[in-house]
């Protein structure tokens, strides 16, 4: 069954240090990737998207992730994080018959 | 702001009512999707329209009922509803939805929906 697993509920990080947000997913050819961002009373922002080519992909917020085909996976991630950083984060892949799955979601706490 | 509006924000009704959700993008879209999201789930895709016309319905109960008028608006009839409907409705919209394509979704805020 295809699927998108993010596996933890929570991550609690410290301001300025590096976080990282796990995805991992099972689909069937190659999947379209995707990391979403919600703010409280907000709608889901988009913040960044691999569909081919270089494996790091860079997005919005200093945000980044990383996709790893054989490991499944597509961990989002940044190097110093922000107070402003916590929110709800979700991960999503696209597969070849234009099925959109959504994981869980994560909710980032950056402690001050 | 993202382009994408809903009203109401926020709906409480009673499982004999029947009310609308609204839903308006600004940004020249040919695509839009209802979401359901429910505390500790997934986020569930419900519908997706291209050019006005039903293009997905994933196993969604008869109860909600959409309509897409125009390519700008977006509408989830209700009727009926469980209190287990209770949940945030999302809409969103891209550029197209055509296969192969691979466009971002941009959302609105939601509406808070709960079911007495």
């Known amino acids: 069954a295809q699927s998108v697993a993010q596996p933890e509920d929570q991550v609690n990080v410290a301001e300025g240090n590096p976080l990282t947000v796990k995805c991992t997913y099972s689909?069937?050819?190659?999947?379209?990737l995707f990391w979403y961002v919600q703010y409280p009373n907000r709608g889901l922002q988009f913040l960044l998207k691999?569909?081919?080519?270089?494996?790091l992909v860079k997005g919005s917020y200093g945000f980044e992730a990383e996709f790893n085909k054989s490991q499944t996976s597509f961990h989002l991630k940044k190097p110093s994080a922000l107070v402003s950083d916590s929110a709800l984060y979700f991960c999503?892949?696209?597969?070849?018959?234009?099925?959109?799955?959504f994981g869980k979601g994560t909710r980032l706490h950056i402690l001050p | 702001e993202t382009g994408v509006t809903q009203t109401p924000r926020h709906l409480v009704m009673g499982m004999t009512n029947k009310k609308s959700l609204k839903c308006e993008q600004h940004?020249?879209?040919?695509?839009m999707y209802w979401y359901k999201q429910s505390a500790k789930k997934p986020l569930e895709l419900m519908f997706v329209?291209?050019?006005?016309?039903?293009?997905e319905n994933n196993s969604v109960p008869s109860r909600f009922s959409p309509e897409c008028p125009n390519s700008s608006h977006l509408f989830l009839h209700l009727h009926t509803l469980q209190p287990e409907d209770s949940a945030l409705y999302l809409c969103?919209?891209?550029?197209?939805?055509?296969?192969?394509?691979?466009?971002?979704?941009?959302f609105g805020p939601g509406t808070r929906l709960t079911v007495l």
């Open positions: 329209y291209s050019l006005e016309e039903r293009v």
């Open positions: 969103a919209s891209s550029q197209d939805w055509d296969r192969g394509q691979v466009d971002t979704q941009y």
């Open positions: 940004l020249g879209h040919n695509a």
């Open positions: 691999y569909i081919t080519g270089d494996n």
């Open positions: 999503a892949v696209r597969d070849r018959d234009d099925k959109i799955i």
């Open positions: 689909v069937s050819g190659n999947p379209y």
